[in-house]
């Protein structure tokens, strides 16, 4: 009998051919499984009830075909990498609000659908360059992600701990938790786009944010003289992603769906296959073509038509819109140039991929005082890219992936309010990749708006 997704008790799922990905090569995984405390975690994530339902993850899967099809289109953002000590409900609201009100730039200013998804709930897991990190002459194990270490640098807080997949299991319920009060409970309406701007300062971003606010209000308030419903204005739907890089963790939290019999991951709505573990033969690959999430997979700027062509086969064999999404990450130099080719030959294939841009990861550098940093400026070059390249090809540019935080960081160079590398000494908060704060958010939304609304 399978396993319902809506008992308290679920258990993973028992389904031979989700256990194929233990035998193939695979990187990018923690050194724990002799660790006594390994199979003790993998027990009880293998019992916990599922952080997200089967009939959320078909919905969204619903929503993704839509912008597939150029109907609507996708903002997902949050933390490169979420810690367990940021996950406090002031954090957590301020990246929910900053990408509502993203979302009401693109909704209001291009007039199309915005399906809203957090890189939330379970992004506490990084891929790392190398295995290792020194300083002054002292090499202990690079920090992973909460999920695995402690970015202290000690032996003790670099251990590679396996109990902590169970606190990252606890600190997503809890962030999904407080996320579905914001979206259902009356902080997401409409009616309150105004108050979405209240404690930050005044800059030309929050400037044009209020004036579309405005205008908004106006259209509300004439709607309301008319007698229209505003329930649909009160809540809004969010999705739940994260990169599915430590498969101990995913595996023990896959469950069969009672209705259909099939496999679903249930550690978030949509999960993604980076760059350097999208190997066709990898384990990854396999672990996700099985199950019935919806799929992304970044691609980098040495991505062949035939690497593409490979990963429909393998992710999506039946050709369904809404099952796989190709996120380009190529950098603003790269973009022009290598992105045509893939569309193209992805296009001629009759598969109905979403695009979408993260014009964050191909475009990072060192600035001069030694912070990893990104120019604000490449990052909006690339989305034009992105764009531009769509807009030659006849083909949708079908939503948007980015690094970004609802605080005032100072961690990107550049924007409309200009951060400078003195800013770092103060303002850098993140501990793995930097992000967008959440005025340079709010100006890369009005410029995706301009673009999509110039395309209708």
Same mark, same amino acid.
């Given at each position: ?72 289109? #996708?903002?997902?953002?949050? !933390?490169? +990498?979420?810690? %367990?000590?940021? &996950? ?5 609201? @301020?990246?929910? /609000? ?113 004036? #579309?606010?405005?205008?908004? !209000?106006? +259209?509300?308030? %004439?709607?309301? &003289? ?5 329930? @649909?204005?009160? /809540? ?221």
């Amino acid at each position: 009998m399978p396993t319902t997704l809506s008992g308290a008790a679920a258990t993973s799922a028992s389904h031979p051919e989700l256990d194929n990905w233990r035998s193939l090569p695979i990187s990018q995984q923690p050194s724990w499984r002799d660790d006594p405390g390994y199979d003790a975690a993998i027990a009880e994530l293998s019992m916990v009830p599922p952080l997200v339902f089967a009939g959320e993850v078909d919905v969204l899967r619903t929503r993704l075909a839509e912008a597939a099809q150029g109907r609507a289109v #996708l903002l997902q953002g949050g !933390d490169c +990498a979420e810690t %367990f000590e940021a &996950a406090s409900a002031d954090k957590i609201s @301020a990246r929910v /609000r900053t990408l509502l009100q993203m979302a009401v730039v693109l909704t209001y200013g291009a007039s199309v659908p915005v399906i809203k998804m957090g890189r939330m709930a379970g992004q506490f897991a990084k891929p790392r360059s190398s295995n290792d990190e020194t300083r002054n002459g002292v090499t202990l194990p690079a920090y992973r992600g909460d999920m695995v270490n402690g970015y202290d640098f000690t032996p003790e807080s670099r251990r590679h701990d396996p109990a902590r997949m169970v606190r990252a299991y606890h600190t997503s319920a809890s962030t999904l938790n407080l996320i579905r009060a914001f979206t259902q409970g009356g902080f997401a309406d409409l009616r309150l786009v105004h108050h979405w701007n209240k404690g930050f300062t005044s800059n030309p971003a929050h400037s044009r944010y209020e004036s #579309l606010a405005r205008e908004i !209000d106006r +259209a509300v308030r %004439f709607m309301d &003289a008319c007698g229209a419903d505003f329930e @649909a204005l009160k /809540r809004v739907e969010f999705f739940a992603s994260h990169e599915a890089l430590l498969l101990d963790y995913e595996r023990a939290l896959t469950r069969v769906d009672s209705r259909t019999g099939l496999p679903y991951d249930t550690s978030g709505h949509f999960l993604w296959i980076g760059e350097r573990t999208r190997d066709l033969d990898s384990a990854h690959v396999d672990f996700l073509s099985r199950v019935r999430n919806p799929i992304g997979v970044k691609l980098g700027p040495k991505t062949s038509a035939e690497d593409a062509l490979a990963l429909i086969d393998k992710l999506d064999p039946n050709r369904e819109p809404g099952r796989l999404t190709f996120i380009t990450r190529m950098g603003a130099r790269n973009i022009r140039e290598v992105l045509p080719s893939l569309v193209e030959k992805v296009t001629a294939s009759g598969a109905q991929v979403l695009w979408v841009t993260d014009p964050m990861h191909g475009n990072t550098v060192t600035s001069p005082n030694g912070y990893k940093t990104r120019n604000f400026d490449d990052v909006m070059d690339e989305v034009r890219g992105f764009f531009e390249v769509h807009d030659s090809l006849g083909t949708f540019p079908g939503g948007l992936h980015v690094e970004m935080t609802g605080d005032d960081v100072a961690e990107c160079l550049g924007g409309a309010d200009p951060v400078d590398q003195e800013a770092f000494v103060e303002g850098y908060e993140s501990v793995c990749d930097p992000r967008l704060n959440h005025m340079q958010s709010l100006e890369m939304a009005f410029l995706v708006a301009g673009a999509l609304s110039r395309r209708s």
